[in-house]
C-alpha cells in the first residue's frame, strides 16, 4: 500500500508534477522514460490503475484520504501519497479539485501502428485536431461505441494531457492509439489500413458526400472513420488518401456539429453493428 506523506508547503519539489511543469515538460519528449501524466478524479484513476498503468506518487486533501484507501492500497509500498488541507490543495492547483484527489503515473511507452491494428475492425483516425476537450470527449465516444483503435496525425492534440484525460473519463488509457510518424501521413498511414483491408472514410462536407444513413452505403467489415480539425476538417490531402465522404443529414439549415458530437453519432450509426443502413 503507498505510504502517507504529509507536506508542510507548497514549494514542496515533490509537487511540481501537479502544478509546476508544463504539459510539455511532463510529456519529456528527449527522455520518454521520465515522461509523466496527471491524472484527476477517483473514477479516473481507478482506470489508469486497472489499465497497468505505473502510479508514481499520489495528491489528496485530508478529507478524502480514507474514503480513497482502497485505490492507495493497490499501489507499491513506496508510492507516496501526498496529503494537504483542502484549501491548501485548491490553492496549489488553482481550482477545486474533483474530490480532491490527483496522481501522477508514468507515462505509458507509445505503440506501433501495426500493433495496434492487429485485430482492429472499427478504427478512428484523427488529422490535427487542437482542442484536448475534443479529442477527450471523442475518445470516450469511441471506448463506448465500438472504436477499435485511434490514430493521430503528427500534428494531432495529446490524448494524455490533463484536460483531456478528465474529459475521457480515463478511457484514453482504455482505447489503443498512437501517433502517426509525419513522413507516413497521410498516404502512407491510408495505404496501411487499405492493406489490412480497411474501407476508409473521411466525414467531411464535400459534394459527393454520401449520407452515413444511406441505403446503398457499403463500408465493408473493416472501417476507418477520418475526421479533420475543428476550423477547416480534414486536408486535401487526408481527403484525397480516403475511398469516400461522408455526411451526417441534418435539419434546420445546420451544415455540421463540433467534432466531438458529429464523431459519436457516427460511431453509433457505423460501428455498433457493421453499418446501420
Given at each position: ?7 508542510e508547503?507548497?514549494d ?46 499520489f ?12 485505490l ?26 474533483t474530490?480532491g484527489?490527483?496522481?501522477?503515473f ?6 506501433g501502428v ?16 487542437v ?44 482505447v ?7 513522413g ?15 474501407s ?11 449520407p ?6 457499403d ?18 490531402a487526408a481527403?484525397?488518401?480516403c ?5 451526417i ?24 453493428t457493421?453499418?446501420?443502413?
Open positions: 500500500m503507498a505510504r502517507t506523506v504529509r507536506l508547503s507548497l514542496d519539489p515533490r509537487l511540481d508534477a501537479y502544478a509546476r511543469l508544463t504539459e510539455h515538460q511532463l510529456r519529456s519528449r528527449l527522455e520518454p522514460e521520465r515522461a509523466m501524466l496527471v491524472a484527476e478524479s477517483r473514477n479516473v484513476i481507478d482506470v489508469a490503475l486497472a489499465q497497468g498503468l505505473e502510479p508514481l506518487s495528491l489528496v486533501d485530508e478529507s478524502h484520504l480514507a474514503s480513497a484507501a482502497d492507495f492500497a493497490r499501489a507499491p509500498e513506496e508510492v507516496p501519497v501526498f496529503v494537504l488541507p483542502q484549501e491548501q490543495l485548491e490553492r496549489l492547483c488553482g481550482f477545486k479539485v474530490r484527489l490527483l496522481a501522477c508514468r507515462r505509458p511507452a507509445e505503440r501495426a500493433e495496434i491494428l492487429d485485430g482492429a475492425r472499427n478504427v478512428v483516425v484523427l488529422e490535427d485536431l482542442d484536448v476537450t475534443n479529442v477527450g470527449a471523442l475518445f470516450r465516444s469511441a471506448a463506448a461505441l465500438g472504436a477499435d483503435a485511434v490514430l493521430l496525425s503528427p500534428r494531432c492534440a495529446d490524448p494524455l494531457c490533463r484536460r483531456a484525460v478528465r474529459v475521457s473519463m480515463g478511457t484514453v488509457f482504455q489503443p492509439w498512437t501517433r502517426v510518424e509525419a507516413a501521413w497521410p498516404a502512407a498511414c491510408a495505404d496501411e489500413l487499405r492493406g489490412r483491408g480497411f476508409l472514410s473521411a466525414l467531411a462536407l464535400t459534394d459527393d458526400a454520401l452515413i444513413d444511406d441505403p446503398g452505403l463500408l465493408g467489415q473493416k472501417r476507418a472513420l477520418f475526421f479533420g480539425c475543428e476550423g477547416w476538417g480534414l486536408t486535401k481527403l484525397a488518401a475511398d469516400q465522404a461522408l455526411i443529414p441534418m435539419a434546420r439549415g445546420v451544415d455540421s456539429l463540433n467534432v466531438a458530437a458529429s464523431s459519436a453519432v457516427a460511431f453509433w450509426q457505423l460501428f455498433q457493421g453499418g446501420r443502413c
